[in-house]
């Protein structure tokens, strides 16, 4: 089935961005949800825009019964992990609450829903990790992110769950993702500090908006993980885009997370098995890393 009309919560987001200009280059209606009280993307063509809290539960359910979408993308999310540790209720209300509230509306309106969630719910002791490990995360970020799971399957029944990580990407008026501030501060000769102990995979947020929208109108339930093909530490990963980038990779210097003194821990051996999705979804695109990091760079210079 193909899903016209598509509400995507967190729309002026990365992938909220990314989100909306798939759906409308496929000609589809998408609707446009999030915080801000106008679209940051509006570049991107002509679709509805409306300002919402997703806290708020009457807010989400008047938006869902007004608009009527067919499926819903939910992309909004409190993603500050170490913001998350000084700021638990807010986390909480954020990722948790805020995610029933939507699952709510999605069943009271027959609407399909895709959640997205992330690999900080597991421990980062024996990555990278399949969709049948046994979640443990080890920060209030990933537990907010866990029970944001469990809050979307006990109020939606018709359901689809992502985890992802180190999403990355371009769009104006978005705040910088990791790529793009490291292209900034090496093009102008600066060093800077990377730590080598984090794996992970690294997913450009186009690549999984077309992963998002294939398991949306799939009508496929369950958990899926949806990220980048390869898996790969922090360090490498900036050292493999210094050089995509042709800028000095020299200027990379290595540590370890210790050393940052944050107030969130990290999974370390982390990152997530693509099996599942590559068996179910053939024909869908999963970049490398590198072939990632050449599309945002065309990006960035177009």
Known sequence: MVYRRVLVTGGN???GTKMLGLLLAEG???????????????????????????????QVRELVLRTRPESVIHTAAFTAVDASESQKVLSWRVNVDGTANVARACAEAGARLVHI???YVFDGENGP?????IPNPISHYGLTKLES???????CADLAIVRTTVLFGHAPNVRPSFVAWLA????????????????????????????????????????YNT??????DRHAFAVL???????????????????????????????????RFKRDFATVPVLTAEQALREVKRQMEK
């Open 227 to 232: 990220v980048g093909d390869t898996v790969i």
């Open 117 to 119: 969630s992330t690999e």
């Open 241 to 275: 885009a210094a050089r995509v980038f042709g800028l000095d990779p020299s200027l990379i210097d290595r540590i370890k997370t210790k050393d940052l003194d944050q107030p969130a821990p990290r999974p370390l051996r982390a990152g997530l098995i693509m099996d």
């Open 149 to 155: 799971e469990k809050a979307a399957r006990e109020n």
């Open 28 to 58: 589809r209606e998408p609707v446009s949800a999030s915080l801000e009280p106008d679209a940051l993307n509006c570049f991107l063509g002509e679709f509805s825009y409306h300002q919402v809290d997703i806290t708020e539960p009457e």
């Open 184 to 223: 900034s501060k090496l093009s102008k000769g600066e060093r800077v500090r990377i730590v080598d102990d984090q794996v992970g995979s690294p997913t450009l947020a186009d690549n999984l908006a077309q992963m998002l929208l294939a398991l949306l109108d799939s009508g496929r339930q369950g958990q």
């Open 13 to 15: 987001g990365l992938l």
């Open 129 to 133: 990790y399949s969709e049948e490990d």
